[in-house]
């Protein structure tokens, strides 16, 4: 039987191309008047940096919500996953996304602990994509959303099907399974064990201001990481 289910759809590559491209480009454009004309005072080029910065992360997250993040509709039964986009933008040609269980390599369950939902990485095997698809519902540590029942429960029977074939079974890697969210935790600690040292040692470099950055930034991630990986072991 087929079930369908309304999510938000998303590719990590198009997410990280803006999330790069965006302010870099925003942040340039108000930067090279400043190389060009050195002499400005310095309020006039606090006031630019500033809002190159706030232009860069408005420009970036309408960017997201309008064009990287759209509608989609999925159904998924025994024999296979078909994505239908319900929205056309520019950052996706193809409005249609469908494949058996045999020509996905990869599906997991994650946290989105800033928005929090629950989101699913599906990678197909050919042509090589991953997709990301969110759902309404509010993320829960130890329950997943009806769309997360149906699907992860379709892969655990092709799974319990092929288990004489392990070349053609799907894995469960997360999105913070990898070893480059190791590494960045192990990081996030070290910035913050460092920042506060930094701070006791040496106030006049590291300041009050600079320990809350470093805390918000690597705060965020730790939660982040630490939600999803307790929520693995569930």
């Avoid at 894995?171 to 064990?193: E, K, N, P, Q, V």
Wanted: charged share 15%.
């Amino acid at each position: 039987m087929t079930q369908t289910f309304s999510v938000t759809f998303s590719r990590n590559i198009a997410t990280i191309l803006v999330l790069i491209t965006l302010p870099l480009v925003t942040v340039g454009f108000f930067i090279v008047p400043l190389v060009l004309l050195p002499e400005l005072p310095e309020w006039v080029i606090f006031t630019t940096i500033c809002i190159a910065l706030g232009g860069a992360i408005l420009l970036m997250i309408r960017f997201l919500k309008r064009y990287v993040t759209v509608p989609a509709e999925v159904a998924v039964s025994e024999s296979g996953i078909n994505i239908k986009l319900l929205k056309s933008t520019p950052v996706y040609f193809r409005k249609v996304y469908t494949s058996t269980w045999e020509g996905i390599e990869n599906v997991s369950s994650n946290v989105d602990t800033q928005q929090e939902r629950q989101f699913y990485l599906v990678r197909f095997r050919n042509p090589a994509k991953t997709v990301s698809l969110m759902t309404d519902e509010v993320a829960s540590a130890d329950q997943e959303t009806p769309f997360g029942e149906a699907l992860l429960g379709f892969v655990s029977r092709y799974n319990d099907s092929h288990q004489s074939t392990p070349n053609q079974l799907i894995h469960h890697r997360g999105f913070f399974d990898g070893l480059w969210a190791t590494a960045l935790t192990i990081f996030s600690y070290l910035a913050i064990i460092g920042v506060f040292y930094g701070y006791f040692t040496n106030r006049e470099t590291f300041g009050f201001w600079r320990v809350i950055q470093v805390l918000c930034f690597s705060g965020a991630w730790l939660i982040a990481y630490h939600t999803n990986r307790h929520r693995g072991k569930v």
